[in-house]
């Protein structure tokens, strides 16, 4: 670790190289991701609920809503669809 941060400090190109593609990986994970908050009108089964943690989603119990970025909205449609439940899509 100490030879790799001298190697860095001689040549902070190598850093920004890093930095620059580990941008084009996030903002392409971003790309592939759509964030959105879910609210229900009464709480859903235990199933549908593991299924939306599995789906990548988190409960927020002060707003009382779930919450994250979902890579596969049809999954998600399919786990709630007999849940009557409002569906926010943020913008990325």
Same mark, same amino acid.
Request: glycine fraction near 4%; proline fraction near 3%.
């Given at each position: 670790m100490?030879s790799? !941060?001298? @190697?860095?400090?001689?040549?902070?190109?190598?850093?920004?190289?890093? $930095?620059?593609?580990?941008?084009?990986?996030l903002?392409?994970? &971003?790309? $592939?991701?759509t964030?959105?908050?879910? !609210?229900?009108? &009464?709480?859903?089964? $235990?199933e549908? +609920?593991? @299924?939306?943690r !599995?789906?990548?989603? +988190?409960?927020?119990?002060? +707003?009382?809503?779930?919450?994250?970025?979902?890579s &596969?909205?049809?999954?998600?449609?399919?786990?709630? $669809?007999n849940?009557?439940?409002?569906? @926010?899509?943020?913008?990325?």
């Amino acid at each position: 670790m100490l030879s790799l !941060t001298k @190697e860095l400090q001689n040549n902070p190109d190598i850093k920004n190289s890093w $930095k620059e593609v580990g941008k084009v990986h996030l903002d392409a994970e &971003d790309a $592939k991701t759509t964030p959105i908050i879910i !609210t229900f009108t &009464d709480q859903p089964e $235990k199933e549908v +609920r593991d @299924e939306i943690r !599995t789906l990548g989603l +988190r409960w927020n119990k002060f +707003r009382s809503e779930w919450y994250g970025t979902v890579s &596969d909205l049809d999954a998600l449609n399919n786990a709630i $669809k007999n849940q009557t439940h409002n569906i @926010e899509i943020l913008k990325n």
